[in-house]
């Protein structure tokens, strides 16, 4: 037996306001259930689903002879049923009742049948029979279905019983036509009772079901379950079948927001929310904690929001928030690198703050205790824009060289000059290192032959410290790259795809001169570093004003043909600092200070924002 | 009960979610299930736009109920069945007046398309179609759904002061 309703369109039971009111037979079918199509026969539609197969996963599967066979959410298929081209056939599942009609498109697909069918049952909502949603204030409306004989035969016995809440009435068409009223809220002429009877539906012959929903001041439920059962004869067997679909209830009392607030850890999502009602909502802070909070908004059927991100606020003992103008770094990873260094992977967003920062700012150990942001002396690295347009600064910082098994500590954090502050993190990342710092010379060279060449270097890619024992002034050398640092980065001379001399320095013209070390690098201060030439101070770091200053500059923006070592070498006329080529293995000077004070960049420069 | 994971910004555009429970887990954000049956704990999620807190949903082994991520989804479902002479469907949201394509889906002879829908937003009559279309770009059947959605809400925005003198923080809606 086919139920349809009426005054609809295309997509029928599943529209915003689809219920019948009357009029002439439709052509679009009930559908209590809708399969959801996980896989397909390609030529196989599923025109209807009895409503008695319940939810829950189905399938078809194709047989010899282009035959199909199917089986109901939760159990064995029944019998292969011979499907022609651009046919129909209701195939039942091993219960009675339990049933889909399909068609066969072989205009579609000409194939035969082959496969299997897998698909999901699920109920409509806002169907024909559920209705539209209501609120708990309760609602008496009116809708209505068609019940159509479309088969040969008799269908005899029908009982219709409905479910809590609905009451229902027949009505017969003359001419094929049947009241039309208005609207759901518009009771039609005839007469509700809590069931109705039929003994025969003659083949083609129609009826029209009536149904009232009455429903009370009830309770919220965002999936109310709303049936009418109708039971009949067909071919001597009895089958019971079941118009439903959802509808909800809805409280407006509920739509509130709610704001949930967490004292030194996140909120309790689960408990009461510190306020709730409409915004503006307040809370309470205590002094002297954090405070974790984030707001949720609850609709009407009681669905909440499902978000857990939080914002935070620090609260000092006064009362007084802390501000915390920038946003902490986060640590993407932490790894032991070659040479006993630490390799350390940072991202920043610097679009949300307000003011970015401009320094990376690093606490570290390596005896085991954990970084002291309020006592230790901080490992400032500037920060390198990573690319045009992109959201946020990642940048690979290397520490180091540790001792083999050293234990290293590192809380990162980030450091505005603009602002004279640092970001808050307290969060320590940990790491062992394994990796050794080089020991004795590097042997290598290159071989020809039978022959052994001479050696490309015989200095390690590793450290050099100008203060020791402090060790924060040094030279670090790697293949392709050399960084001149002290309390922070000073330059980074790089060699490769894309040479670049990189600093955040500025460069002023100040002649020095006065008698220093005859050292290559004197370092009063892990901020004031001189490099000599001779026994005299011909160029100074300044790492207070961030700045280099020296009797005058070449940007020279082309390797000087030095032949020989590095990372720093010194000669009576020039002192050099050197970056070793990856490829051919030479040396090559990154600056050149020569005895007249000028300083020579051989690389183009990357003037860096501090 | 699900689980309430912490969440980490990364960045403007990422978050770290983390949880601890009875593996295994499974995990939807903005309705659409992104780890089933996993014992992973940890799922970053990247997002274009501003930052925003993100709907996120996490069941562990011990939760039966079914996720209201799926129940209440604010993904729509869109099913519908291929037609001889089609060689593509358009699938279309209205914005204001314009039905504005959301992207093609070719005619492949599979029978049956599904297409599954951007979050929508809890409370908001949508209203979605299909639009066949042959060789020659000529439309035909068009397929209409109207839809209250009815889900979880979306987080709110939201700004937020606090005052010294009162020790209250006040959140109210974002301008």
């Known amino acids: 037996m086919a139920t349809a309703f009426t005054n609809s369109d295309a997509l029928g039971c599943f529209l ?59 159990e064995a298929a029944g019998v292969y049923v011979a499907v022609a081209p651009n046919g129909r056939a209701l195939l039942e599942s091993e219960t009675p009742g339990k049933s889909v009609r399909v068609y066969r498109d072989s205009v579609y697909a000409p194939s035969d049948l082959g496969g299997q069918m897998i698909f999901d ?68 002429v005839v007469t509700f009772t809590g069931s109705v009877s039929l003994a025969t539906l003659a083949p083609g012959e129609s009826r029209l079901l009536r149904f009232r929903r009455t429903v009370g001041a009830t309770t919220v439920n965002a999936a109310a379950l709303a049936e009418i059962e109708v039971a009949y004869t067909y071919d001597s067997v009895a089958y019971t079948d079941v118009l439903d679909g959802y509808y909800r209830i809805g409280n407006p009392a509920l739509a509130q927001y709610e704001l949930y607030v967490g004292e030194d850890e996140l909120p309790d999502f689960t408990a009461a929310p510190a306020a709730s009602g409409a915004l503006p909502l307040a809370a309470a802070l205590s002094p002297g ?127 505005s000059s603009a602002l004279e502050t640092e970001s808050g993190s307290e969060q320590v990342h940990e790491l062992t290192v394994t990796t050794q710092v080089p020991v ?21 890619d590793g450290v050099v410290y100008y203060d020791a024992p402090t060790n924060t002034v040094g030279i670090r050398s790697l293949t392709g790259e050399v960084v001149f640092f002290g309390s922070g980065e000073i330059f980074r001379a790089e060699l490769g795809a894309l040479s670049l001399f990189r600093t955040s320095l500025e460069f002023h013209t100040i002649p020095q ?21 001779a026994g005299l101070r011909r160029a100074k770091i300044d790492l207070v004003n961030r700045r280099i200053e020296a009797a005058g500059f070449e940007f020279a923006h082309a390797a000087l043909d030095v032949p020989v070592i590095g990372p720093v070498h010194i000669s009576s006329a020039a002192t050099y600092i050197m970056v070793r080529n990856a490829v051919t293995g030479r040396w090559t000077p990154g600056i050149a200070v020569d005895e007249d004070g000028i300083m020579t960049v051989c690389l183009p420069v990357l003037q860096e924002v501090a | 009960m699900p689980l309430t994971p912490q969440a980490e910004r990364l960045g403007l555009y990422s978050t770290r979610y983390t949880w601890s429970g009875n593996a295994p887990y499974r995990v939807w954000v ?44 604010p993904r729509l479902r869109l099913q519908w069945r291929g037609q001889a002479d089609a060689a593509a469907y358009l699938v279309q949201r209205l914005a204001g007046s314009e039905w504005e394509t959301r992207t093609p ?44 959605v009815v889900c979880n809400p979306l987080p709110p925005a939201f700004e937020d002061s606090y005052d010294a003198g009162t020790g209250l923080l006040t959140v109210e809606a974002a301008a």
């Open chain 1, 16 to 74: 915003s306001d689809p219920r019948g009111l009357g009029g002439a037979r439709s052509a679009v079918e009930f559908e209590a259930r809708e399969p959801v199509v996980l896989s397909s026969i390609p030529p196989i539609i599923i025109e209807r689903v009895s409503p008695l197969c319940g939810v829950g996963r189905a399938t078809i599967t194709a047989g010899p002879d282009n035959t199909l066979a199917f089986a109901a959410p939760g």
């Open chain 1, 121 to 188: 049952l699920v109920h409509g909502v806002n169907n024909a029979i559920s209705g539209g949603n209501i609120t708990v204030a309760g609602v008496t409306d009116y809708g209505c279905v068609w019940l159509y004989n479309q088969s040969a035969e008799d269908i005899t016995g029908i009982e219709v019983t409905p479910g809590s809440g609905f009451a229902v009435a027949f009505e017969t068409p003359v001419g094929g036509v049947c009241e039309v009223t208005p609207n759901a809220t518009t009771a039609p």
């Open chain 1, 289 to 415: 904690h954090r405070h974790f909070y984030a707001l949720r908004q609850r609709n009407i059927y009681d669905l909440a929001s499902l978000n857990v991100l939080c914002e935070s606020k620090l609260i000092d003992g006064a009362g007084e928030e802390v501000l915390e103008l920038l946003s902490d770094p986060s640590v993407l990873a932490i790894e032991s690198s070659t040479g006993g260094e630490v390799s350390v992977a940072l991202r920043y967003a610097d679009m949300a703050d307000d003011v970015a920062a401009d320094t990376w700012r690093l606490y570290v150990t390596s005896d085991g205790t954990d970084p002291d942001p309020d006592n230790d002396t901080p490992d400032d690295r500037p920060m390198r824009q990573t690319g045009l347009a992109r959201p946020q600064i990642e940048n690979t910082l290397r520490l180091g060289p540790f001792d083999y098994g050293a234990t290293v500590k590192v809380i990162a954090r980030v450091y």
């Open chain 1, 440 to 460: 004795g010379a590097h042997r290598l060279g290159v071989s020809m032959g039978g022959l052994r060449g001479a050696p490309l270097s015989s200095v390690n």
């Open chain 1, 513 to 533: 001169g006065g008698a220093g070390a005859p050292t290559p690098i004197e370092v009063v201060s892990e901020d004031e570093i001189y490099i000599n030439v």
């Open chain 2, 30 to 73: 903005e309705g659409e299930l992104r780890l089933d049956q996993s014992d992973a704990t940890e799922l970053i999620v990247q997002y274009p736009g501003a930052a925003m807190p993100q709907a996120i949903e996490v069941l562990d082994s011990n939760d039966t109920d079914p996720a209201e991520s799926e129940a209440y989804s």
């Open chain 2, 105 to 148: 889906v070719g005619e492949s002879g599979l029978g049956y398309y599904r297409y599954i829908t951007v979050p929508e937003i809890d409370g908001t009559e949508v209203q979605w179609r299909i639009v066949a279309q042959d060789s020659q770009g000529y439309q035909g059947a068009v397929l209409r759904h109207t839809q209250t």
